[in-house]
Protein backbone atom coordinates (compact mmCIF):
# COMPACT_ATOMS: atom_id res chain seq x y z
CA UNK A 1 0.00 0.00 0.00
CA UNK A 2 1.00 3.32 -0.54
CA UNK A 3 2.33 5.77 2.18
CA UNK A 4 1.07 8.77 2.42
CA UNK A 5 3.04 11.87 4.05
CA UNK A 6 2.59 15.81 5.08
CA UNK A 7 5.61 16.57 6.95
CA UNK A 8 4.63 20.56 7.05
CA UNK A 9 1.17 20.52 6.41
CA UNK A 10 0.14 23.35 8.87
CA UNK A 11 3.47 25.88 7.66
CA UNK A 12 2.28 24.68 3.83
CA UNK A 13 -1.35 25.10 4.18
CA UNK A 14 -0.62 29.14 6.07
CA UNK A 15 1.62 30.11 2.94
CA UNK A 16 -0.70 28.49 0.42
CA UNK A 17 -3.70 30.10 1.88
CA UNK A 18 -1.57 33.55 1.68
CA UNK A 19 -0.28 33.12 -1.91
CA UNK A 20 -4.03 31.89 -2.81
CA UNK A 21 -5.35 35.44 -1.83
CA UNK A 22 -3.02 37.18 -3.40
CA UNK A 23 -3.39 35.88 -6.52
CA UNK A 24 0.28 34.64 -7.13
CA UNK A 25 -0.70 30.55 -8.03
CA UNK A 26 -0.17 29.40 -11.20
CA UNK A 27 -1.72 26.27 -12.52
CA UNK A 28 -0.58 24.52 -15.68
CA UNK A 29 -1.36 21.81 -17.86
CA UNK A 30 -2.06 17.97 -15.90
CA UNK A 31 1.29 16.51 -15.27
CA UNK A 32 3.16 13.91 -16.96
CA UNK A 33 3.78 12.37 -13.49
CA UNK A 34 6.70 10.05 -14.78
CA UNK A 35 10.46 10.95 -16.78
CA UNK A 36 10.75 9.99 -20.30
CA UNK A 37 9.95 6.30 -21.25
CA UNK A 38 13.03 4.40 -21.79
CA UNK A 39 13.88 2.29 -24.15
CA UNK A 40 12.49 -1.03 -23.90
CA UNK A 41 14.15 -4.25 -22.42
CA UNK A 42 14.96 -6.10 -24.99
CA UNK A 43 16.53 -2.62 -26.75
CA UNK A 44 18.41 -2.12 -23.47
CA UNK A 45 19.80 -5.48 -23.00
CA UNK A 46 21.74 -4.21 -26.64
CA UNK A 47 22.79 -1.31 -24.90
CA UNK A 48 24.31 -3.13 -22.40
CA UNK A 49 26.31 -4.78 -24.33
CA UNK A 50 27.25 -2.10 -26.25
CA UNK A 51 28.41 -0.57 -23.02
CA UNK A 52 32.67 -0.02 -22.95
CA UNK A 53 33.17 -2.17 -19.59
CA UNK A 54 36.37 -0.43 -17.54
CA UNK A 55 36.89 -0.12 -14.02
CA UNK A 56 35.64 3.00 -12.36
CA UNK A 57 37.76 5.57 -12.54
CA UNK A 58 39.02 7.75 -9.83
CA UNK A 59 36.82 11.25 -7.67
CA UNK A 60 39.76 13.02 -8.18
CA UNK A 61 38.67 16.91 -9.18
CA UNK A 62 34.97 15.66 -8.96
CA UNK A 63 33.02 18.80 -7.86
CA UNK A 64 28.84 19.03 -7.93
CA UNK A 65 29.78 22.97 -9.27
CA UNK A 66 31.50 21.00 -11.91
CA UNK A 67 27.70 19.87 -13.40
CA UNK A 68 26.21 23.42 -12.92
CA UNK A 69 22.58 22.84 -11.76
CA UNK A 70 19.57 23.49 -11.70
CA UNK A 71 19.71 25.70 -14.71
CA UNK A 72 16.93 27.90 -15.53
CA UNK A 73 14.41 26.24 -18.09
CA UNK A 74 12.06 29.07 -18.89
CA UNK A 75 11.21 32.39 -17.31
CA UNK A 76 11.75 32.04 -13.24
CA UNK A 77 11.71 28.15 -13.63
CA UNK A 78 15.13 26.15 -12.98
CA UNK A 79 15.22 22.38 -13.81
CA UNK A 80 14.07 21.18 -10.15
CA UNK A 81 10.91 22.96 -10.12
CA UNK A 82 10.14 21.78 -14.22
CA UNK A 83 10.57 18.33 -12.87
CA UNK A 84 8.43 19.06 -9.71
CA UNK A 85 5.77 19.98 -12.00
CA UNK A 86 5.87 17.36 -14.22
CA UNK A 87 6.37 14.49 -11.53
CA UNK A 88 3.48 15.58 -9.31
CA UNK A 89 -0.35 16.07 -9.65
CA UNK A 90 -2.36 19.02 -9.29
CA UNK A 91 0.96 21.02 -8.70
CA UNK A 92 0.51 24.66 -7.93
CA UNK A 93 3.46 26.93 -8.59
CA UNK A 94 3.97 30.62 -7.00
CA UNK A 95 5.28 33.33 -9.08
CA UNK A 96 8.90 32.49 -8.95
CA UNK A 97 7.58 28.90 -10.08
CA UNK A 98 8.14 27.25 -6.57
CA UNK A 99 6.09 24.68 -6.19
CA UNK A 100 3.33 25.65 -3.12
CA UNK A 101 1.09 22.55 -3.33
CA UNK A 102 0.48 19.48 -5.23
CA UNK A 103 0.86 15.27 -4.39
CA UNK A 104 4.14 13.20 -5.61
CA UNK A 105 4.23 9.56 -5.28
CA UNK A 106 8.17 8.56 -5.27
CA UNK A 107 8.38 5.59 -7.34
CA UNK A 108 11.75 4.15 -5.75
CA UNK A 109 10.03 3.19 -2.55
CA UNK A 110 6.03 3.82 -2.92
CA UNK A 111 5.59 6.82 -0.69
CA UNK A 112 3.47 9.80 -1.41
CA UNK A 113 4.30 13.14 -0.39
CA UNK A 114 2.26 16.60 -0.27
CA UNK A 115 5.32 18.98 0.39
CA UNK A 116 8.08 19.80 -2.34
CA UNK A 117 10.28 20.13 0.38
CA UNK A 118 10.27 16.06 1.17
CA UNK A 119 11.43 16.00 -2.34
CA UNK A 120 14.95 15.67 -4.03
CA UNK A 121 15.56 15.81 -7.94
CA UNK A 122 17.86 12.20 -8.21
CA UNK A 123 19.93 12.02 -11.11
CA UNK A 124 19.57 8.37 -12.24
CA UNK A 125 22.65 8.28 -13.11
CA UNK A 126 24.29 10.23 -10.30
CA UNK A 127 26.98 13.01 -11.09
CA UNK A 128 29.89 11.67 -9.39
CA UNK A 129 29.70 8.28 -10.96
CA UNK A 130 29.55 10.12 -14.05
CA UNK A 131 32.28 11.55 -13.62
CA UNK A 132 33.84 8.20 -12.45
CA UNK A 133 32.71 6.88 -15.93
CA UNK A 134 33.73 9.50 -18.52
CA UNK A 135 32.04 12.86 -17.59
CA UNK A 136 35.81 13.97 -16.52
CA UNK A 137 36.91 14.41 -19.88
CA UNK A 138 33.44 16.40 -21.01
CA UNK A 139 33.49 20.31 -20.98
CA UNK A 140 31.11 21.88 -18.12
CA UNK A 141 28.41 22.89 -21.16
CA UNK A 142 28.37 18.87 -21.75
CA UNK A 143 28.35 18.26 -18.00
CA UNK A 144 25.84 20.80 -17.29
CA UNK A 145 23.43 19.79 -20.06
CA UNK A 146 23.62 16.32 -18.45
CA UNK A 147 23.06 17.44 -14.74
CA UNK A 148 19.91 19.02 -16.17
CA UNK A 149 18.76 16.64 -18.99
CA UNK A 150 14.65 16.80 -19.46
CA UNK A 151 14.91 14.92 -23.02
CA UNK A 152 16.35 11.46 -21.40
CA UNK A 153 15.16 9.53 -18.22
CA UNK A 154 17.85 10.81 -16.01
CA UNK A 155 15.60 13.18 -13.42
CA UNK A 156 13.17 11.91 -10.90
CA UNK A 157 11.09 13.19 -8.05
CA UNK A 158 11.55 10.74 -5.35
CA UNK A 159 11.97 10.39 -1.39
CA UNK A 160 14.61 13.21 -0.49
CA UNK A 161 15.91 10.15 2.42
CA UNK A 162 16.06 7.56 -0.02
CA UNK A 163 17.59 9.51 -3.02
CA UNK A 164 20.31 10.22 0.05
CA UNK A 165 20.72 6.57 0.73
CA UNK A 166 21.34 5.86 -3.07
CA UNK A 167 24.09 8.90 -3.03
CA UNK A 168 26.13 8.17 -5.91
CA UNK A 169 26.32 4.28 -5.49
CA UNK A 170 25.30 2.00 -9.06
CA UNK A 171 22.74 -0.40 -9.32
CA UNK A 172 25.25 -3.29 -8.23
CA UNK A 173 25.45 -1.68 -4.57
CA UNK A 174 22.17 -0.02 -4.26
CA UNK A 175 18.55 -0.34 -6.09
CA UNK A 176 15.17 1.10 -5.26
CA UNK A 177 13.49 -0.08 -2.05
CA UNK A 178 10.70 -1.04 -4.44
CA UNK A 179 11.63 -4.10 -6.19
CA UNK A 180 8.99 -3.61 -8.99
CA UNK A 181 10.84 -0.95 -10.16
CA UNK A 182 14.13 -2.28 -10.43
CA UNK A 183 13.18 -3.09 -14.18
CA UNK A 184 12.71 0.27 -14.56
CA UNK A 185 15.29 1.50 -13.05
CA UNK A 186 17.84 -0.28 -15.36
CA UNK A 187 16.45 0.53 -18.55
CA UNK A 188 16.62 3.84 -17.26
CA UNK A 189 20.23 3.90 -16.22
CA UNK A 190 21.53 1.84 -18.91
CA UNK A 191 19.87 4.49 -21.78
CA UNK A 192 21.38 6.95 -20.12
CA UNK A 193 24.74 5.91 -19.68
CA UNK A 194 24.85 4.87 -23.60
CA UNK A 195 23.40 7.94 -24.60
CA UNK A 196 26.25 9.84 -23.23
CA UNK A 197 28.65 7.57 -23.81
CA UNK A 198 29.58 6.47 -20.27
CA UNK A 199 31.62 3.13 -19.48
CA UNK A 200 30.32 0.30 -17.03
CA UNK A 201 32.45 -1.28 -14.44
CA UNK A 202 31.84 -4.94 -14.26
CA UNK A 203 29.77 -5.48 -11.33
CA UNK A 204 27.08 -2.49 -12.05
CA UNK A 205 27.17 -4.23 -15.72
CA UNK A 206 26.49 -8.10 -13.98
CA UNK A 207 23.75 -6.47 -11.85
CA UNK A 208 21.73 -4.92 -15.11
CA UNK A 209 21.89 -7.57 -16.98
CA UNK A 210 20.64 -9.62 -13.51
CA UNK A 211 17.70 -7.36 -13.41
CA UNK A 212 16.94 -7.04 -17.16
CA UNK A 213 16.80 -10.87 -17.74
CA UNK A 214 14.00 -10.99 -15.65
CA UNK A 215 12.00 -8.21 -17.15
Known amino acids: ?24 LLTGSPAQAAPPTPVDAGT ?13 GSS ?17 CNTREVVLKRDGSNVQQDGSCAAVSGTWKSDYDNATWTQASD ?13 KSGANAWTTDRRKGFANDLGQPQLIAVTDNVNQ ?31 YGLTVDSAEKSKLASVLSDC
Open 1 to 24: MPRFYARHRAAALGALTALATAGT
Open 60 to 76: DGYSRDKFPHWATQSGT
Open 44 to 56: ARTYLSQLTVRAE
Open 165 to 195: AKGDKDPAEWMPPTSSYHCFYVRMWVDVKHH
Open 119 to 131: LDIDHVVPLSEAW
